[in-house]
């Protein structure tokens, strides 16, 4: 009898509670601006070149890189796990230049009509340039996949009961590709629909 007193205060209580502290499911969709750091090699095309081919250089730029990112969070109470997805899209030299990132990882978050969160992700990028150059130089396609990791921050506002705008998030972006370490910007925003 007293499991069962029990077991009826608990249910009857749990309406009491707000919905933030209960389980729930955010889905963002946004704008997203990357400023990766690309490298890529060069064939020099504006001397003749010996029999042994022309000479390649390799140089690094940093564009400026377009895109959407898509994430999904399940959250209770302020603890949560989130898995992230992106894509970034710009153009180095005249060479198509392209960044996605698969990103897995835990996330805080502070509810209310203001909710400040912060999440640790882990995952997986994926980098291409396409074939492209300017006077002289040939950029050589290349494609390559590498670790990721992302820190970051964000603010939503509560516009309505099921729906938020990020007003931003920023996240420090870092990936491996070619054995080095490249360390980057994110930043996003968007709309965010809770469930």
Known sequence: MRKLSLLLAATCLIPVFPASTRAQVEIFGGYSYARPSLTYTDTVVDVPCPSTGCPTVEATAHPNLNGWELSG???????GFAA???GHYGSVH???AHLNTYLFGP???LPGPISPFAH??????HESIGSGGTVGLQINPSSSNSFAAALGAGIDVKVAPFMSLRAIQLDYLVTRFRSSTQSQPRASIGLVLHF
Request: proline share 0%; hydrophobic share 50%.
């Open 107 to 109: 996330q805080v978050r």
């Open 73 to 79: 969070a399940y959250t209770r109470h302020w603890f």
């Open 84 to 86: 992230d997805f992106s």
């Open 94 to 96: 005249n060479a198509s």
């Open 120 to 125: 640790v992700l882990i995952g997986a990028a």
